[in-house]
């Protein structure tokens, strides 16, 4: 079972229910649980566990080389390229790696055989466990604006081993490309938000992404539950999303985060929050 963890707002308590749930499921099944830090552009859920890391590896996009002495300028590249990441200006070719999403098409389309590809290294891979939790992440490298090839390296590494246990999968905060990525291979979506105008606002567009375009099942978590509103679970009970759980705003827990200490470990009195979210989210995959 593969359980996404997202937020279509940042700072919700993403990553505190992931870990959360990583734990729960390693203490209660003799299966590790894998969790998955996709968050590459920030990926602190490791910072929770105390992982050995025993491996590692550099990721990146195939970004295409031309051979001049092949190349007869012809410009296919460039008209075949959505993302302008190759132009051809005269006799001269120009890459924009930067840009390049190592689609591919450009070679293709060669009619001279004059493109090769290369790997532009922007992230890296690392796995590694705590003893009883399987956990990997990816990076992505400082200056590299493009997320995806990083997060698509991370699954396809890990989701197409063998699995015994759950896994949890930290997605980035937002609704874009890396969250899509991130959740696509998933079982179920569950939503993390707070009780607030901007909670709600960023829960109805991570909701559309989710559950309206993927179509995978999805459920909501409220955080810091007591502060804002009672506009979030409303639009739950008009949306027919389950929640799955109200964690209140207890000031507690944002003193061990502060200090790296998961929330289980600082307040064991939340296990059974997270073993009920873990219960019925595994009953709804079920159905
Ligand atoms: S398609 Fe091939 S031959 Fe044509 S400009 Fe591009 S690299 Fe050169
Ligand atoms: S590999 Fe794809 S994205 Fe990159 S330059 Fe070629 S056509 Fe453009």
Same mark, same amino acid.
């Given at each position: 079972?593969?359980?996404?963890?997202?937020?279509?707002?940042?700072?919700?308590?993403?990553t505190?229910?992931?870990?959360?749930?990583?734990?729960?499921?390693?203490?209660h099944?003799?299966?590790?649980?894998l969790?998955?830090?996709?968050?590459?552009?920030e990926?602190?859920?490791?910072?929770?566990?105390?992982?050995?890391?025993?491996?590692?590896?550099?990721?990146?996009?195939?970004?295409?080389e !031309?051979?001049? =002495?092949? %190349?007869?300028? /012809? &410009?296919? #590249?460039?008209? @075949? $390229?959505?993302?302008?990441? +190759?132009?051809?200006?005269?006799?001269?070719?120009? !890459?924009?790696? =930067?840009? %390049?999403?190592? /689609? &591919?098409? #450009?070679?293709? @389309? $060669?009619?001279?055989?004059? +493109?090769?590809?290369?790997?532009?290294?922007?992230?890296?891979?690392?796995?590694g466990?705590?003893?009883?939790?399987?956990?990997?992440?990816?990076?992505?490298?400082?200056?590299q604006?493009?997320?995806v090839p990083?997060?698509?390296?991370?699954?396809?590494?890990?989701?197409?081993?063998?699995?015994?246990?759950?896994?949890?999968?930290d997605?980035?905060?937002?609704?874009?490309?890396?969250?899509?990525?991130?959740?696509?291979?998933s079982?179920y979506?569950?939503?993390?938000?707070?009780?607030?105008?901007?909670?709600?606002?960023?829960?109805?567009?991570?909701?559309?992404v989710?559950?309206?375009?993927?179509?995978?099942?999805?459920?909501?978590?409220?955080?810091?539950d007591?502060?804002?509103?009672?506009?979030?679970?409303?639009?739950?009970?008009?949306?027919?999303?389950?929640?799955?759980?109200?964690i209140?705003?207890?000031?507690?827990?944002?003193?061990?985060?502060?200090?790296?200490?998961?929330l289980?470990?600082?307040?064991?009195?939340?296990?059974?929050?997270?073993?009920?979210?873990?219960?019925?989210?595994?009953?709804?995959?079920?159905?």
């Open positions: 079972m593969v359980i996404a963890v997202a937020s279509g707002k940042g700072g919700t308590g993403k505190t229910v992931a870990v959360s749930l990583a734990i729960a499921a390693a203490e099944s003799p299966l590790k649980p969790l998955l830090d996709c968050d590459v552009e990926p602190n859920s490791g910072l929770f566990l105390d992982i050995d890391y025993t491996y590692g590896r550099d990721t990146g996009v195939l970004v295409p !031309v051979d001049l =002495d092949k %190349c007869t300028y /012809c &410009g296919r #590249c460039a008209e @075949v $390229c959505v993302w302008n990441s +190759i132009a051809v200006a005269g006799e001269k070719v120009l !890459v924009f790696r =930067d840009l %390049c999403h190592g /689609c &591919g098409s #450009c070679g293709l @389309v $060669c009619p001279e055989d004059a +493109i090769s590809d290369f790997t532009h290294v922007t992230g890296r891979i690392e796995g466990t705590d003893g009883s939790i399987n956990f990997a992440r990816g990076i992505l490298n400082v200056g604006a493009m997320p990083v997060i698509t390296s991370l699954l396809n590494e890990y989701l197409t081993q063998s699995v015994d246990g759950t896994v949890i999968i997605a980035s905060p937002g609704t874009s490309c890396p969250v899509v990525e991130a959740v696509s291979r079982d979506v569950i939503l993390v938000t707070e009780p607030t105008p901007f909670g709600l606002h960023d829960l109805k567009a991570a909701v559309d989710v559950v309206s375009q993927l179509n995978i099942p999805a459920g909501v978590i409220i955080n810091r007591g502060i804002g509103n009672n506009e979030v679970e409303k639009y739950c009970q008009t949306a027919n999303l389950p929640i799955l759980a109200k209140p705003m207890d000031r507690r827990i944002a003193e061990f985060l502060s200090e790296g200490i998961p289980l470990t600082g307040l064991p009195e939340y296990r059974e929050v997270f073993l009920d979210i873990l219960a019925a989210v595994r009953e709804e995959v079920m159905k």
